[in-house]
């Protein structure tokens, strides 16, 4: 026997699915729960249905880059500084990749995410990662370089239409690599 889908989650994934093609496309702020009721082809007390708000819904778009964001940032901790450097921007740039359609949304909403509290753990892995891509040091300076790098990243995967992803992929890993190298100590340096 075949199993299904149950008409409920499809329903939820095809809310998902269109939300995320308008708050991309439109931005977040410009789109209604009534637009993506109408895109999803059900009615706004549906969407309700599934989600407790606009809010709620933007959670769940986010929520499997949030989820591999967390599982990132885990398995970068428990390594020593500077592999974790090299693993976060690794994995860092192999996420941007994949949810590059969730970036236009992210960049979007940036200035505003600290006021909900949905979005709490979501910046609180993202400034774990931006110190874990600083080498982990503390170091004001290559802070201040990861936020630059992934500020620079970010905008790429944003506008990368005429980038396969594979490029995009070779692009945004050697220009991390080549901002976020540990310096080199000279000689002169240690006079």
Wanted: with cysteine.
């Amino acid at each position: 026997m075949a199993s299904t889908t149950p008409v409920r989650e499809r329903t939820r994934r095809e809310i998902l699915q269109q939300a995320m093609e308008l708050f991309g496309s439109k931005g977040y702020n410009a789109t209604s729960l009534q637009d993506i009721a109408t895109a999803a082809g059900c009615s706004k007390a549906t969407v309700l249905y599934h989600f407790n708000g606009k809010t709620a819904v933007l959670a769940a778009v986010l929520g499997p880059s949030q989820v591999a964001l967390t599982e990132l940032v885990a398995e970068a901790s428990a390594l020593p500084a500077g592999e974790a450097q090299q693993l976060a921007i690794t994995r860092f740039v192999e996420l941007a990749v994949k949810y590059r359609g969730v970036i236009n949304v992210l960049q979007d909403m940036l200035m505003t995410m600290g006021e909900m509290p949905e979005f709490d753990g979501l910046i609180a892995e993202g400034i774990r990662l931006t110190e874990l891509l600083a080498g982990g040091t503390g170091n004001r300076l290559e802070l201040d370089v990861a936020k630059f790098a992934i500020n620079g990243l970010l905008g790429e995967c944003r506008h990368s239409e005429e980038r396969s992803d594979s490029e995009l992929q070779d692009l945004c890993n050697t220009a991390l690599r080549r901002l976020l190298q540990p310096p080199v100590t000279t000689e002169t340096d240690a006079l």
